[in-house]
């Protein structure tokens, strides 16, 4: 209703909400035309028009393509290897054992440690392992060497270490290697993956020795690296940083036979990882990338200019101060004395050899050897054969030589294989099977003595065929090729007379020299011709040695030993012992003491063929030359009251010695031995009889016969025994 006619205005509101309407019916805001009912749509709006070069637009899309594929491929497949990664971390975690300690020692085979006769060790066999130790236990500068050298971000990454991967991968392409040739950028979580190798155990069906085993774990392929990640994470998750870093530094091997930081040490210093100064630390630490090249055994300058090295990365992170580091630098570690020296390690080799397998060469166990070496005695067999060398053989020379120097009931003192001592090498002490020459005569003579024959009694020295079954006729002659006729026993043994030898030999049989001899310790097949006096037979000089220890201590046989005790180490009850080497009676005391007389005329005697051996001060010393056919072998075995020492000369070939014989530089260094052995010992006698001299024309005998002579009373069975002839000569002097 309006008073006025007059309509009321739309609300505003409503004129805005009908508007679009109106727009949209009309096309116009006037609505002048059609009114407000029209019904047409608006017009479509027209995209713009794309510009650009529409093969550009092709490859842009082409490239938007292919990045989605590789995109979608590359986080699948990286969720694919990250789900691998942790499947693979936690089933090595589930592997590890929950003590640590149970990882400190993985060694398959154990280690012998050696000890001489007063208790101070010389020498390790296997792999030495100075027991488990834990980080927080060791020197404080092992621990910062350790980490400043091979890992500084050790105690902040989880196992790996990007940046060192990419900084190792950078060194390599610029010293021209492959990007994984040469430095892995290995942290320390991933080397201790290496040294477990993975959790797996040493496998006899799998790998044919433990080096092959060493071999497998440190294979450094992409492959091993790649399968290292997971078992690293699962270490990192497993273990504190301390225990990762002590299963480390119980594992590393670090040359000269030592596995672990406390075993090399001990090995190199004589001293426990927690007694380590910073420059021994940094020496150990050096050996890791190494170990063989960097000992210090093999070259100590080398390892000083490693440790400095190491020192130089200490103090950069702040681990050393600069007082601390030029003190370290300006006093380099160096070597305890047993480190130091090779003494001994021929000694130490036979008796790793000679000892039981299941306690030396296998062991499993760490074991501890007492041995009977004398390291005194060890020097001065070694100190005399250097010297007789430079000074007496000419300057390129390959002959060889070798010592025993022993005691009379069979305890080995000394030893030296050859002139060079390398490790496991060819001792030609012990393993030397040669011609022993005129050295084996005295077992001739012995059993002459042991029949009831006195020095003085006389024997031929005249040409002699002797004819062999099967063989023919056999003459042997004399080194100077001379006859000197009758002479007494003690002047043929003295002259090295081959004929009077073979008369002797064949009088008191072939068989029962060949026993005797036996039985004084000479194992290998001897002779069974007439030759066996002349010492056509091989010995090693350790039997011959031992043979005549048998001599000096009266007539009984002896088995050389060169230990004492075997014991498990830290266990005080041993699990074998020797006490002595001594063995059943061979000839009478008498006999020996008879024997030892002559044999001293070897020395003494104006025309003994050993007479450079001879013994300052009046000590007294008996012995016997033996020089091989066409002096192959040149031999000097003899004793005095407190030792017996045998020395041999030769080449490794075989072939002949020039100028050599065993009365000229064999006894040489014999002599030169002994001088050296009993520096400042009391003067003791030989155990001998002296003989009486006979009130003789030295006539020869007409009742009983001298041995082997060809005449005698009627019917003398003696000169019977010699017959036949067979070609050649066998030994000499």
Not at 106 to 118: I, P
Not at 403 to 432: I, L, W
Not at 446 to 452: K, P, Q, V
Request: aromatic share 8%; with cysteine.
């Amino acid at each position: 209703m309006a008073s006025n006619g007059t309509r009321r205005p739309p609300l505003v509101a409503d004129r805005r909400a009908s508007a679009p309407r109106s727009q949209a019916g009309n096309g116009s805001g006037g609505g002048s035309r059609g009114g407000s009912g029209g019904g047409r749509r608006p017009p479509r709006r027209t995209p713009p028009k794309r510009s650009g070069n529409p093969v550009l637009r092709f490859v842009g899309g082409i490239f938007r393509l292919v990045f989605r594929i590789l995109w979608g491929f590359f986080w699948r497949v990286s969720l694919m290897a990250a789900l691998v990664m942790a499947a693979a971390t936690f089933y090595f975690y589930t592997t590890l054992p929950g003590n640590v300690t149970d990882l400190l020692d993985g060694r398959a085979r154990g280690s012998v440690t050696m000890a001489d006769a007063d208790g101070a060790v010389f020498a390790w066999r296997g792999e030495s392992f100075g027991g488990s130790t834990l980080a927080g236990d060791v020197s404080e500068h092992l621990r910062h060497a350790v980490v400043a050298s091979e890992d500084r971000r050790f105690y902040w990454h989880f196992g790996v270490s990007p940046r060192g991967i990419a900084g190792a991968i950078a060194s390599n392409i610029a010293s021209g290697r492959g990007a994984f040739r040469g430095a892995g950028g290995s942290t320390i979580t991933q080397q201790v993956a290496k040294l477990l190798c993975l959790g797996r155990e040493f496998d006899p069906e799998v790998w044919q020795n433990e080096a092959a085993y060493e071999a497998d774990c440190r294979e450094g392929t992409i492959w091993r690296k790649i399968q290292e990640l997971p078992y690293a994470f699962a270490l990192e998750l497993h273990y504190s940083k301390d225990e990762i870093l002590s299963i480390y530094l119980n594992r590393a091997f670090l040359g000269a036979s030592s596995r672990g930081f406390e075993a090399a040490s001990e090995r190199y210093f004589g001293i426990s990882a927690r007694e380590l100064n910073a420059q021994q630390a940094a020496m150990l630490a050096g050996l890791l990338p190494a170990p063989s090249y960097y000992a210090p055994t093999r070259n100590l300058q080398r390892a000083q200019e490693r440790a400095a090295v190491v020192l130089g990365l200490m103090h950069d992170q702040g681990y050393l101060s600069d007082a601390e580091y030029q003190q370290a630098r300006a006093n380099p570690a160096t070597l305890h004395e047993a480190a130091d020296s090779t003494t001994g390690g021929y000694f130490a080799d036979w008796v790793m050899q000679s000892g039981p397998a299941y306690l030396t060469r296998e062991t499993t166990e760490d074991v501890m050897i007492q041995t009977t070496l004398d390291q005194r005695i060890q020097r001065a067999a070694e100190e005399a054969v250097r010297q007789v060398f430079a000074d007496r053989v000419r300057e390129g020379s390959e002959a060889e030589a070798a010592v025993v120097v022993m005691s009379a009931d069979g305890a080995v003192r000394g030893m030296v294989g050859g002139r060079h001592y390398v490790t496991g090498g060819f001792n030609r002490a012990t393993q030397a099977q040669r011609q022993t020459g005129s050295a084996f005569k005295p077992f001739v003579y012995a059993l002459a003595m042991e029949d009831g024959y006195q020095p003085f009694d006389l024997v031929e020295d005249s040409p002699l065929t002797i004819n062999v079954p099967g063989s023919g006729p056999w003459t042997p002659r004399n080194y100077t090729n001379d006859f000197l006729g009758y002479m007494t026993l003690a002047e043929a043994l003295a002259r090295s007379q081959n004929i009077p030898a073979v008369r002797i030999s064949e009088a008191m049989g072939r068989e029962r020299v060949r026993q005797a001899a036996n039985a004084f310790g000479l194992h290998s097949e001897l002779a069974e011709g007439p030759s066996l006096a002349l010492g056509s037979s091989e010995a090693t000089l350790l039997d011959m040695t031992a043979a005549f220890a048998g001599i000096l201590n009266g007539g009984s046989s002896v088995r050389p030993y060169g230990f004492t005790s075997l014991s498990l180490a830290g266990e005080r009850t041993p699990l074998m012992t020797i006490g002595s080497g001594i063995g059943e009676r061979v000839i009478s005391a008498e006999a020996s003491e008879r024997l030892i007389w002559m044999m001293t005329q070897v020395i003494d005697a104006p025309y003994g063929t050993g007479r450079r051996a001879r013994l300052p001060d009046g000590r007294q010393a008996a012995g016997k030359t033996g020089t091989t056919t066409s002096a192959r072998d040149a031999w000097f075995v003899g004793f005095t009251a407190d030792y017996v020492v045998g020395v041999w000369m030769g080449n490794d070939d075989n072939s002949p010695l020039t100028g050599v014989s065993g009365g000229g530089l064999p006894a040489e260094i014999w002599r030169e031995v002994m001088v050296r052995v009993h520096e400042g010992m009391p003067l003791h006698p030989l155990p001998m009889i002296v003989p009486s001299q006979p009130n003789t024309d030295l006539q020869p005998p007409t009742t009983r016969g001298a041995p082997g002579s060809t005449q005698g009373a009627p019917g003398d069975s003696l000169g019977d025994a010699v017959m036949g002839i067979l070609n050649g000569l066998l030994g000499g002097r």
